[in-house]
């Protein structure tokens, strides 16, 4: 998603740009100015109107705050060219309107560079500043429109409609006097700016360290031209093109400075990514403070159950914006969510100037709270999960079990007795000589040994003896020697794993052989069941039709639940006329043991 294009500020900038082209076109053409400006300088003079009017347009779309912005689109509008005013000479009603505002442009620079970086004034020093330089530039252009009528012929203009008295006098002294004052003003700006450059933490040191090299060199170029001015002179043309690049590097500091702001917000940026897995606190702290470059930065969390804040070390703090051992001012910024306070930053004042920067590291502490909350949550209801589905598992192990036992000690039992009665009872027929009631009883009594094997076989699918006993070492060889395919095993296990993990590989084994005894097809098979100090591993295989699937009724698919359950995966190759492979790994970490 992009940001919409601020249409009438576009307009602007591209009607600025007109201007600037039209006024330094117009005057070059008339050549009324003496000394007739060269075509490099003239360029040059173009250019610098130009830069105005586009980093206004690069101010607006990266400054929090739309006074830069506005104030360079109005020095690339004021950026009058004296060809172009001289040009205007023989309009009478237009010329002093001209050169009352011809020097309003040197006193929007210097305003750009007191709200430099925030976009406004930083104390009763700028406001007095700003006051006394809108002052003088008044007294300038009332003269200029009031006191400005030539009559000594130094001027080729005509009559000056707004005059109040005949001659220029006062005006020329006025002008003079506006410009020995602008470079004292201009010094002055200096001294700000750099005792607040010298005075300012490393983050303000680093936004600020762009406009005082631009400032130093303009102001030594306005106060060469006023000078020289001052005293009747001409500039030197070198001079006149440093002059007009260092006028250039205001702007160009300007917008160099937000760059470099917006990097930071590129840098947290990066902090998010860093922080959304969640970091303990110390290292949070850490790189937030090598983030903003502030190594005075610190962070203070609110501990819900105590009710205070501490330190990343734990420890109770109290949030202050005096730092440890610093004598410096900071700034607290406080951190909260629809639940209550999280935090509070302590960071240097110098950052509270940009808004934005400060906003994206309370959203990037928040979102890195938050991610660390809800990857413990999900942690926790996963594990919860598992081991509710762990516990089902093991629950209906032990059921079969406990089926296979009453099974085994009570309806099996009473029919072996049952058959022990009736061998005898068909054994003493026979000796009574009642040959037709033994050969009944021996019938029933074959019935009853079905009776007896089909119990087994269902006692055996239940959950097998031979598995409660003896494991899968004795119960997986039952199973292979059960199957009507010829299968090849191997079985490599050192110790018994937990019932739960013997009772799934078993019921696992016995679901693919029978599989491959009813669809395979094969003329051979294999199960391998190999055991590591981590997990289990089972390999049934066979050379039959191959083509199956997991999804297609093939009754592994519970089996597979219940592998998935214990943490466990399955895996299945099957190519058709190349025989199938399933293969199942279970970890034998974190299965419940034995009861």
Request: glycine share 8%; hydrophobic share 50%; with cysteine.
């Amino acid at each position: 998603m992009t940001a919409a294009v601020p249409w009438g500020r576009l307009s602007l900038v591209w009607l600025a740009v007109g201007v600037v082209l039209f006024t330094e076109i117009v005057g070059s053409a008339a050549a009324a100015r003496v000394p007739v400006w060269t075509a490099p300088y003239t360029v040059m003079h173009t250019a610098v109107g130009l830069c105005y009017a586009i980093c206004a347009w690069m101010a607006w779309r990266s400054a929090d705050a739309t006074i830069p912005g506005r104030l360079m689109i109005a020095v690339a509008f004021l950026w009058l060219p004296p060809t172009f005013i001289s040009a205007t000479g023989q309009i009478g009603w237009l010329w002093p309107l001209l050169e009352g505002v011809e020097v309003v442009w040197a006193v929007l620079v210097g305003a750009i560079v007191l709200i430099y970086p925030a976009g406004k004034l930083h104390g009763r020093i700028d406001v007095g500043i700003a006051v006394a330089a809108v002052t003088a530039l008044s007294i300038r252009f009332v003269c200029a429109l009031f006191f400005n009528q030539p009559v000594d012929g130094s001027r080729n203009v005509a009559p000056n409609p707004y005059a109040l008295v005949v001659g220029d006098e006062i005006f020329i002294f006025a002008d003079r006097a506006f410009r020995l004052f602008g470079v004292a003003l201009i010094l002055l700006i200096i001294v700000v700016v750099a005792g607040r450059w010298l005075r300012g933490s490393t983050p303000a040191r680093h936004i600020a360290f762009v406009m005082p090299v631009a400032l130093v060199l303009w102001s030594a170029a306005i106060a060469y031209e006023t000078l020289v001015f001052s005293v009747g002179g001409s500039v030197l043309e070198v001079l006149g093109y440093i002059s007009l690049a260092a006028t250039a590097t205001v702007p160009i500091g300007f917008v160099a400075g937000l760059s470099y702001l917006l990097s930071l917000r590129g840098r947290v940026s990066d902090l998010m990514v860093i922080t959304r897995d969640g970091v303990d606190r110390t290292l949070w702290q850490a790189i937030l403070a090598d983030t903003l470059r502030d190594p005075s930065l610190r962070v203070y969390w609110w501990e819900e159950p105590e009710s205070r804040y501490v330190d990343s070390h734990g420890r109770a703090a109290t949030p202050s914006v005096a730092g440890m051992g610093e004598h410096r001012q900071g700034a607290l910024l406080p951190i909260n969510t629809p639940d209550g306070p999280l935090a509070v930053i302590r960071h240097d004042s110098a950052l509270s100037e940009n808004a934005n920067l400060l906003d994206a590291v309370s959203t990037a502490l928040r979102l890195s709270v938050d991610n660390g909350r809800l990857r413990d949550e999900l942690e926790a209801t996963l594990r919860e999960v598992r081991e509710s589905r762990l516990r089902i598992v093991d629950a209906g192990i032990e059921a079969r079990r406990q089926l296979e036992r009453d099974l085994h000690d009570g309806s099996q039992q009473s029919l072996v007795a049952l058959a022990l009665r009736l061998r005898m009872a068909a054994g003493r027929a026979e000796q009574l000589g009642q040959h037709d009631m033994a050969a009944d009883l021996d019938a029933a009594l074959e019935q009853l040994s079905a009776a007896l094997k089909q119990l087994r076989e269902l006692a055996r699918g239940i959950h097998p003896t031979s598995l409660t006993v003896g494991g899968l070492a004795t119960a997986v060889p039952e199973l292979v020697a059960h199957s009507p395919v010829p299968i090849e095993m191997r079985l490599v296990i050192d110790r018994r794993p937990p019932a739960v993990v013997e009772a799934t590989v078993y019921f696992f084994v016995a679901e693919c052989l029978t599989n491959i005894a009813k669809y395979a097809e094969a003329q051979a098979g294999r199960v391998a069941v190999t055991a590591s100090a981590t997990e289990l591993m089972i390999e049934v295989a066979d050379d039959g039709r191959g083509g199956a699937s997991l999804g297609l009724g093939s009754g592994l698919l519970g089996l597979i639940d219940r592998v998935e359950t214990l943490g466990g995966r399955v895996e299945l190759r099957s190519v058709p006329e190349q025989g199938t492979t399933v293969s199942a790994w279970i970890p034998l970490a974190g299965a419940p043991e034995d009861h």
